[in-house]
């Protein structure tokens, strides 16, 4: 594992990096030569990744107060990219579901979104990099998928005007839309998407590379894959309560593994 002797200007700091998307993240931009600060709450895995990549750990619940102030204060210290992709989800109806849960999608997905790119805001270099890991499901209604599509939408918002406002100091914001990608996500809800048809997924390597190589190119918002992008495309110019019909048909394919609702992170 390495020190906190390194390159600020060639250091990126993933959250949720210990499997998924922000794991695929880890491993490319590791080989892109960069000092990886890998951000998780699960120590053995984020272990597990720095053996392979030789990355630094953090392990922190970004939901703790403390725990967020201390990755706010190591992007203050210096990364040039910051990849915001720490996340969960609930499945099922509205009133059933923990508000509690509700509201932490809410955090993890807007907030702390929102002051990790503060921080970076006002300490990245010129050139530097915002990645925020966002969702088809934040473009339109998201029926049963209520409080992750809302915290999604917000999070393609606050993405697009920070692409616009920091965009004179040299950093480059990019919002990823992505589709159905294979993680744990959908196990850890506790349903099952495997109803859903096979041409909508995607590998979270094939997400993490679309999305650093829209990032390079600039781009305020990249749709993973031809389909994605299609679906977002739709989604967007459809009249309202067509998309709405259209987002909840699809939902409907995704069914709880048991009669109760569930977190996951």
Same mark, same amino acid.
């Given at each position: 594992?390495? +020190?906190?002797?390194?390159? !600020?200007?060639?250091?990126?700091?993933?959250?949720?990096? $210990?499997?998924?998307?922000?794991?695929?993240?880890?491993?490319?931009?590791?080989?892109?030569?960069?000092?990886?600060?890998?951000?998780? #709450?699960?120590?053995?895995?984020?272990?597990?990744?720095?053996?392979?990549?030789?990355?630094?750990?953090?392990?922190?619940?970004?939901?703790?107060?403390?725990?967020?102030?201390?990755?706010?204060?190591?992007? #203050?210290?210096?990364?040039?990219?910051?990849?915001?992709?720490?996340?969960? =989800?609930?499945? $099922?109806?509205?009133?059933?579901?923990?508000?509690?849960?509700?509201?932490?999608?809410?955090?993890?997905?807007?907030?702390? /979104?929102?002051?990790?790119?503060?921080?970076?805001?006002? @300490?990245? /270099? +010129? $050139? $530097?990099?915002?990645?925020?890991?966002?969702?088809?499901?934040?473009? *339109?209604?998201?029926?049963?998928?209520? *409080?992750?599509?809302?915290?999604? *939408?917000?999070?393609?918002?606050? +993405?697009?005007?920070?692409?616009?406002?920091?965009?004179?100091?040299?950093?480059?914001? =990019?919002?990823?839309?992505?589709?159905? =990608?294979?993680?744990?996500?959908?196990?850890?809800?506790?349903?099952?998407? @495997?109803?859903?048809?096979?041409?909508?997924?995607?590998? /979270?390597?094939?997400?993490?590379?679309?999305?650093? !190589?829209?990032?390079? !190119?600039?781009?305020?918002?990249?749709? /993973?894959? #031809?389909?994605?992008?299609?679906?977002?495309?739709?989604?967007?110019?459809?009249?309202? +309560?067509? *998309? #709405?019909?259209?987002?909840?048909? =699809?939902?409907?394919?995704?069914?709880?593994?048991?009669?109760?609702?569930?977190?996951? @992170?």
């Amino acid at each position: 594992m390495r +020190s906190a002797n390194h390159d !600020r200007a060639r250091t990126a700091l993933v959250t949720g990096a $210990g499997s998924g998307i922000g794991a695929s993240f880890a491993h490319a931009l590791a080989r892109q030569g960069r000092h990886v600060i890998a951000v998780g #709450r699960n120590r053995a895995r984020l272990e597990a990744l720095a053996r392979e990549i030789d990355a630094e750990v953090l392990v922190a619940d970004l939901l703790d107060e403390h725990d967020l102030g201390v990755v706010e204060q190591r992007v #203050r210290d210096g990364v040039d990219i910051l990849v915001n992709n720490a996340g969960y =989800t609930t499945y $099922g109806s509205f009133p059933e579901l923990e508000v509690e849960h509700e509201l932490g999608q809410l955090i993890l997905h807007a907030a702390v /979104p929102l002051r990790l790119c503060h921080a970076a805001a006002g @300490s990245m /270099p +010129s $050139g $530097g990099r915002i990645i925020n890991i966002a969702s088809l499901a934040g473009i *339109a209604a998201a029926p049963r998928l209520a *409080a992750y599509g809302a915290s999604k *939408a917000a999070l393609i918002s606050l +993405s697009e005007s920070l692409h616009h406002e920091l965009r004179p100091a040299g950093i480059t914001v =990019t919002c990823v839309c992505a589709g159905y =990608t294979r993680t744990e996500l959908q196990a850890r809800a506790g349903v099952d998407a @495997s109803a859903l048809p096979r041409s909508l997924w995607h590998e /979270p390597e094939f997400v993490a590379e679309q999305a650093l !190589r829209a990032s390079d !190119r600039g781009r305020a918002l990249v749709y /993973p894959g #031809r389909l994605t992008a299609l679906t977002g495309a739709l989604m967007r110019h459809l009249p309202r +309560s067509l *998309a #709405r019909q259209a987002a909840a048909r =699809t939902y409907a394919m995704v069914t709880p593994l048991d009669s109760g609702a569930h977190a996951a @992170s």
